[in-house]
């Protein structure tokens, strides 16, 4: 992306939309392969302070009604690029596992482990052991019952370009809440198995990914549908 479309970008967004207490996203638009696919930041207020999961390049005035952001939280090996942003005003970074050393230029506070994390009680987090492309954390926020992930599953909407609806469909990505062909090649399934039960296990609704819709209800089953496969 550009320096200007950068800037214009940050001059565009709108306003940090609320879904719960305490639960924030921004969208911004964000093309990958050809696919208008958006990128979803989100946005925790913590007892400790503000938590950026997947941050975005916007504006740190359009956050200032939630606070100081303590943390930016860079959740697999490719939602990082506008982490740098966020420690230049003053977050401390966390990355997924493998990301500190693809990173070397960004100075982490810390890598996200099962057990290890500065969040508090408020926020469970664990690191999927089944899909070494990404290596994505999974967070769940407790007291709204939220499930925040990153590429885990897609939720592309009907009103997305036809090229977007068209592509995601032969990757086995839409419609509806959906993990791609690249997780049903690629992932360890056994692992696979392993991880998915263990989020089943958790106290959850609400489903918030990096790409399309959020699902505001039913969001456990929606993401247990999007691993009938295994």
């Known amino acids: 992306m550009g320096d200007e479309e950068t800037k214009l970008q940050k001059l565009s967004t709108p306003a940090p939309r609320q879904l719960a207490p305490g639960v924030h996203i921004v969208d911004v638009p964000g093309r990958f392969a050809g696919m208008q696919l958006g ?4 946005a925790l207020q913590l007892e400790g302070g503000l938590l950026l999961h997947s941050p975005v390049a916007v504006e740190p005035a359009l956050l200032a009604s939630l606070g100081q952001p303590r943390w930016a939280v860079a959740p697999n ?3 990082h690029l506008s982490v740098g942003q966020w420690v230049d005003e003053g977050a401390e970074a966390w990355c997924a596992p493998g990301l500190a050393d693809k ?3 960004l100075e982490f506070a810390g890598t996200l482990s099962g057990g290890s994390h500065p969040f508090g009680d408020e926020i469970v987090c664990m690191p999927l052991s089944c899909f070494p492309l990404t290596n ?3 967070l769940l926020h407790r007291p709204t019952r939220t499930l925040v992930v990153t590429d885990l599953v897609f939720n592309i909407p009907g009103s997305a370009p036809l090229f977007t609806r068209f592509a995601m469909r032969c990757l086995c990505g839409y419609p509806g809440c959906s993990a ?3 997780e049903r090649m690629l992932m360890r399934r056994a692992a696979a198995r392993r991880d998915v039960a263990t989020i089943a296990e958790w106290d959850f609704d609400r489903l ?3 790409h399309g819709e959020v699902i505001e209800s039913g969001g456990k089953q929606a993401l ?7």
């Open 39 to 42: 990128m979803r930041m989100t």
């Open 77 to 79: 090996l490719f939602h």
């Open 103 to 105: 990173r070397a230029d």
């Open 136 to 138: 994505e954390v999974v």
């Open 180 to 182: 791609t062909i690249v």
């Open 208 to 210: 918030v990914m990096s």
């Open 224 to 230: 247990l549908n999007a691993f009938r496969w295994l």
